[in-house]
Every structure is written in C-alpha cells, then in structure tokens.
C-alpha cells in the first residue's frame, strides 16, 4: 500500500502540468482576454518570436503583466491558456 501510493505520488509530480490543463476554458480564456489587443494572427505569422513551450509561457506572463488583461487569473488558468495556445497554435513539446 505504501509503495503504490509513493508511486502514485512521484509519478504526479513527474508528470507535466499541461496534462491537467483545461484547453477548454483556456479557450474561454483566451478569447475573452486576448482576442480584445489582438487576433489570432500574431501567432500564425511567418516572423512569429515564439518558437517553443516556456517561450509561449514567457508571453502569456508578459501579456498578463503588460496589459493587466487576466489580472485575475489564478496559476492554473494561466497554465490553461498556454495549452490551449500550444494545441491551437504553436505545438510545441515541453
């Protein structure tokens, strides 16, 4: 018993937090926040600056920090946000 729950413990802090992500309400998100400085353009372009997963987190703090937009946004629905970028967008591995 005690070594499956020493298991079951290593192996959720081992485990990516995108996992837990909810791409759904990251989309929720993103669209009610986001989408007013900026379309979806920006992460589509040929010359895009972001090129993989902690860069992507670095622009949505950026953003967050900048703008004030989602001021209110607790840890994980930042994390939320990122995933449902990565998905849409970027598709970077973390």
Not at 69 to 86: C, I, L, S
Request: proline content about 2%; aromatic content about 10%; overall charge negative.
């Amino acid at each position: 018993m005690k070594i499956t729950l020493h298991l079951t413990l290593l192996l959720a802090i081992a485990t990516p937090m995108t996992t837990w992500a909810d791409s759904e309400n990251g989309q929720e998100l993103h669209d009610t926040d986001c989408l007013g400085c900026h379309g979806t353009e920006v992460y589509t372009r040929e010359n895009r600056t972001i090129n993989d997963f902690f860069g992507l987190k670095r622009q949505v703090s950026m953003c967050i920090t900048v703008t004030g937009k989602g001021a209110d946004w607790f840890p994980e629905d930042q994390a939320d946000v990122v995933e449902y970028m990565n998905q849409s967008f970027y598709h970077t591995k973390e």
